[in-house]
């Protein structure tokens, strides 16, 4: 219990101080989108193209923990999306609350949970899930909601793939781990000014967007949150019981990877989707509460299930 809940105070305590920035008027209206814009088109690319960057792609190749985590991953995705578009709810905002379903706080709560409960052999797991819910399954939300997006515009298929096409190409979430793993693979190590460059910058990734859902969360909120249960139950109970089974039952991992891809999967919702409603200028009072209640909600699930497992 302890190291859940030395994990998530840092979290909350970050949130909770941009909305009190917010309340109290220390920062204005605009402060949570400009913020935002901060975290996806300079904070967010450094810290992604330094993590592809560095990456040992052969010590990373686990592909039973790839496929057990990234199954569940999709597959609730998937599910969410399809759902919320049976409800008549545009592609746009359907990708970003399957994101939130499934965006799994890897990056700021999963590497130092890992770390307490396993130890060093436990970053392992966690670089590589990290690199799945921050590279892979953003991409695959990015790519709907562009989809949507030019859907919208009442385009004919070519000149929307088109379209599609250029502003994918112009995302720096996804050309940033794209033009790391480049680097990767040519084997040359970074220059030590551009890894203090990309270190202080990737840096204030993660305590910008906490501060700025906090900022966000201290504004008068434009929509009441409606959906949000659904997507926090999808997080913490469905996605990991997929995992389990393809993990413990489908895949057989060993001990380290079987419960590491479990905790993780049971992580509560990350920052990344709210980032993408504020990058896209959609109502993100959905995924903000989906943010909170999980996290929240995970201090419960995750000391239970550590508790189960036997950690």
């Known amino acids: 219990m302890s190291s ?12 909770f101080a941009g909305y009190l920035c917010r309340r109290s008027g220390r920062l204005g209206a605009a402060a949570s989108s400009e913020i935002s814009r901060f975290v996806v088109w300079l904070a967010l690319p450094a810290l992604l193209f330094d993590v ?44 970003i609350d399957g994101l939130s379903a499934a965006y799994a706080n890897t990056g700021f709560l999963g590497i130092p949970l890992c770390l307490l409960v396993f130890g060093k052999d436990g970053l392992q797991p966690a670089v590589i899930a990290t690199l799945l819910v921050a590279c892979a399954l953003f991409a695959v939300a990015v790519v709907c909601i562009e989809i949507g997006q030019q859907a919208g515009q009442g385009l004919g298929l070519g000149r929307a793939l088109l379209k599609v096409g250029k502003a994918l190409v112009g995302n720096p979430l996804l050309v940033a781990p794209l033009l790391g793993a480049a680097w990767a693979a040519g084997g040359a190590p970074l220059p030590q000014p551009a ?4 270190a202080l ?8 967007a906490l501060v700025s859902l906090g900022l966000f969360l201290g504004q008068k909120q434009a929509g009441r949150g409606d959906g949000a249960l659904g997507l926090v139950v999808a997080k913490l109970v469905l996605q990991p019981a997929l995992t389990w089974l393809l993990a413990f039952h489908v895949f057989a991992l060993p001990p380290l990877w079987a419960n590491s ?10 920052t990344g989707p709210f980032m993408l409603a504020e990058f ?6 959905v995924v903000s509460r989906a943010i909170l209640v999980s996290t929240v909600g995970s201090l419960l699930t995750i000391s239970l299930l550590i508790y189960l497992l036997g950690l």
Request: proline share 6%.
């Open 4 to 15: 859940v809940i030395n994990a998530v105070l840092p979290i909350f305590a970050l949130i």
């Open 52 to 95: 592809t960057a560095r990456a040992s792609w052969a010590s990373f190749w686990q592909p039973g923990f790839v496929a057990a985590f990234a199954a569940g991953t999709l597959a609730v995705f998937a599910a969410t999306v399809l759902l919320r578009r049976r409800g008549a709810r545009p592609l746009i905002d359907a990708s």
């Open 195 to 198: 890894q203090q460059f990309l």
């Open 201 to 208: 910058l990737g840096g204030a990734a993660s305590p910008c």
């Open 261 to 270: 891809a479990l905790l993780l999967s049971a992580l509560p919702t990350g």
């Open 280 to 285: 896209y200028r959609r109502e993100a009072a």
